[in-house]
């Protein structure tokens, strides 16, 4: 997957994705074990290809390397990779990329009885409360993390 840079800012570095090459990888025909090992299987069943699997909308799609430790809590560290989709609708709980006061961020959006807030997923930062003085736009919500494990 071949990415172009498009953006960049303090929190995101934003890029496009080359959708157009195809990149087929094997993928094991049994599920990994996370508990006790299971045999191992000696063949590989059918292939993926990643652009197919994490891009559901390809013109509304986008990626970001993440900046910083606001969201380490919800397994999102820095320089992990985020799959952005535009298309889909912003929901109660979900983790999107916004946009506020001209600065992009990555929070878990909170709908409450008295308003919209950002939530970080690090004890170390604090809730942001959206107010009709913000400029705020949720640009796009995060359908995957990319996570190197070390």
Do not use: Q
């Not at 320089?79 to 990329?97: S, T």
């Not at 929070?107 to 809730?127: M, T």
């Not at 959206?130 to 705020?136: K, L, V």
Request: charged fraction near 25%; glycine fraction near 6%.
């Amino acid at each position: 997957m071949r990415l172009s840079r498009i953006h960049t800012n303090p929190v995101l570095d934003f890029y496009t994705a080359d959708l157009v090459t195809s990149l087929e990888l094997p993928l094991f025909a049994a599920a990994v074990s996370a508990g006790f090992p299971s045999p191992a299987e000696d063949y590989v069943e059918i292939a993926l290809d990643l652009n197919k699997e994490l891009v559901k909308h390809p013109a509304a799609t986008f990626y970001a390397r993440v900046k910083g430790c606001s969201m380490i809590d919800a397994g999102i560290e820095d320089g992990d990779l985020l799959v952005i989709d535009k298309a889909l609708e912003a929901k109660d709980g979900d983790i999107a990329v916004c946009f506020l006061n001209g600065e992009f961020t990555v929070k878990r959006l909170s709908v409450r009885d008295d308003g919209v807030y950002l939530v970080p997923a690090n004890a170390e930062f604090k809730p942001i409360r959206i107010t009709e003085e913000n400029d705020f736009l949720v640009w796009g919500v995060v359908a995957y993390i990319i996570h190197k494990p070390r």
